[in-house]
């Protein structure tokens, strides 16, 4: 059931930038039916106590791509963090209470002949500080 409603909500998000004609590109196919370069992926992102392997669901979560702050999902399952992004390489920073912040850099993939971003899923895990 969750993995239909983030499709779903990828389709809005994806109609939405359509819409008002953010991304041109995302909105057309090549010749070959395959979408744009621009498509989206969702990045799922779970943090987890290092030593419990306890989900850690009051941490914070920055990702960026260069200079660009990627937003969160708005609405993700409890205790993780969703985005929606294209094939690139992010920086990601994770802070919480009670724990040691960490950062690292997350790469997001082509795949295929249509050179999609790979859908990925992230455990995080931190230490306690």
Known sequence: MAGAATKASLQTRRAWLCGI??????????RYGCPASLALATLTLVVLDRQTGEPVCDAVTELFEGDWKVDPEADPPECQFVYFVGAATY?????APGYA?????????????????????????????
């Open 21 to 30: 004609g953010l991304v041109v590109l995302a909105c057309s196919s090549d």
């Open 91 to 95: 920086q990601l920073t994770v802070e």
């Open 101 to 129: 912040s960490q950062s690292q850099t997350i790469v997001v993939p082509r795949e295929g002949s249509c050179d999609r971003p790979v859908p990925s899923t992230v455990e995080i895990k931190l230490d306690p500080a």
